[in-house]
């Protein structure tokens, strides 16, 4: 079974900056699409990036484009979800989640399209 857990979540004020990471268990991180979300107060869980198996396809969702980073290092199991010029509304909690690659340069951020999910990370950006 897989499991993912997150964390680097946290307190940061108006246009600072977090990492999250993403930590896979239970099998090899090659073979999963790997996808970040969140979920802000009174909203329906939305897709912000996602990065395909291979690494070389990376989609942001547009009012995150320029200020998120993903990334993934397989050697460590781990996906990283660098995150800069942080405003007030993206205050909300942040899942990982995979799905198991189709194909090896293809994601999405269709939530339903991910069969296993982390535990979530709280993101509070104060202003």
């Known amino acids: 079974q897989l499991q993912l857990v997150e964390s680097g979540g946290g307190l940061v004020q108006v246009g600072g900056s977090l990492r999250l990471s993403c930590a896979v268990f239970?099998?090899?991180?090659?073979?999963?699409?790997i996808g970040w979300f969140r979920q802000l107060p009174g909203k329906e869980r939305e897709g912000v990036s996602c990065?395909?198996?291979?690494?070389?396809?990376?989609k942001y969702l547009d009012s995150v484009a320029g200020r998120l980073t993903i990334s993934r290092d397989n050697a460590k199991n781990t996906v990283y979800l660098q995150m800069n010029s942080l405003k007030p509304e993206d205050t909300g909690i942040y899942y990982c989640?995979?799905?198991?690659?189709?194909?090896?340069?293809?994601?999405?951020?269709?939530?339903?399209?991910?069969?296993?999910w982390g535990q979530g990370t709280q993101v509070t950006v104060s202003s």
């Open positions: 989640a995979a799905e198991t690659a189709r194909e090896e340069n293809y994601c999405s951020g269709y939530v339903l399209g991910y069969d296993y």
């Open positions: 239970g099998s090899t991180l090659d073979y999963y699409v």
């Open positions: 990065i395909s198996s291979s690494g070389s396809t990376t």
